[in-house]
């Protein structure tokens, strides 16, 4: 209860930006803020701010203000910034994470190493896009994947996935909410839906590689 009242909060927020900023500034933060949430690491610290409630509330002021932001440039900008935020994520991962940790000693570290590339190897398409609906997870795992030298183009499309069911569907939910109040509610459903599946089809196929 405690976490929507403050996603609400901030929504309520973000929605007040716009009076101050104006339409095209308020593009540039939008799509920077969902950018650097996890291309900078940014959404570690402030989660609500780089995450759901923005991007829900870029659609709200969208349909209040219709006449001045671009519901279609607001959707696919949103998920060009998802994606590319993810992108620039698992580049630091596997270009500077991995050789630093390949060059520390211990066992158990590289032990760690190893059961985290099994696991990205099995199972990293189904995190990544889970990981998306997850505030801390969707910072994380894009890096973790790089590290563990995830598959390039599996990456790519579960990170395209994750922004697209993420962050332009959340966007154009918060679109209709302006006129429809229940379409939130009806998005996060179909949000557990997706994951629910997502986890369930990993499990069958974590199953079936033990065989």
């Not at 949430?37 to 402030?46: C, K, R, V």
């Not at 949103?78 to 000693?105: E, F, M, S």
């Not at 183009?153 to 966007?171: C, E, H, P, Q």
């Not at 949000?191 to 079936?208: E, K, M, N, P, Y």
């Amino acid at each position: 209860m405690t976490s929507t009242i403050i996603r609400l909060s901030v929504s309520d927020d973000i929605v007040s930006w716009f009076d101050s900023v104006g339409p095209i500034l308020f593009y540039t933060v939008v799509f920077g803020l969902v950018f650097a949430g996890t291309g900078l690491f940014i959404g570690a610290f402030i989660p609500f701010i780089t995450g759901d409630s923005l991007v829900f509330a870029a659609g709200l002021v969208a349909a209040a203000n219709a006449d001045s932001i671009n519901i279609f440039v607001m959707v696919i900008g949103v998920g060009i910034a998802a994606w590319l935020g993810d992108q620039v994520g698992y580049t630091l991962g596997r270009h500077y994470g991995r050789p630093y940790l390949d060059n520390r000693q211990g066992k158990w570290l590289q032990k760690a190493i190893i059961k985290s590339d099994q696991f990205y190897d099995r199972y990293g398409w189904w995190s990544i896009v889970v990981a998306r609906f997850v505030p801390w997870g969707r910072v994380i795992m894009p890096a973790l994947a790089g590290i563990s030298k995830m598959d390039y183009y599996k990456f790519f499309s579960a990170n395209a996935v994750g922004a697209v069911v993420w962050g332009s569907g959340l966007t154009i939910a918060g679109y209709f909410t302006y006129s429809i109040p229940g379409v939130r509610s009806a998005v996060y459903i179909i949000a557990l839906v997706v994951i629910t599946l997502s986890v369930i089809a990993g499990v069958r196929t974590w199953r079936a590689n033990r065989v």
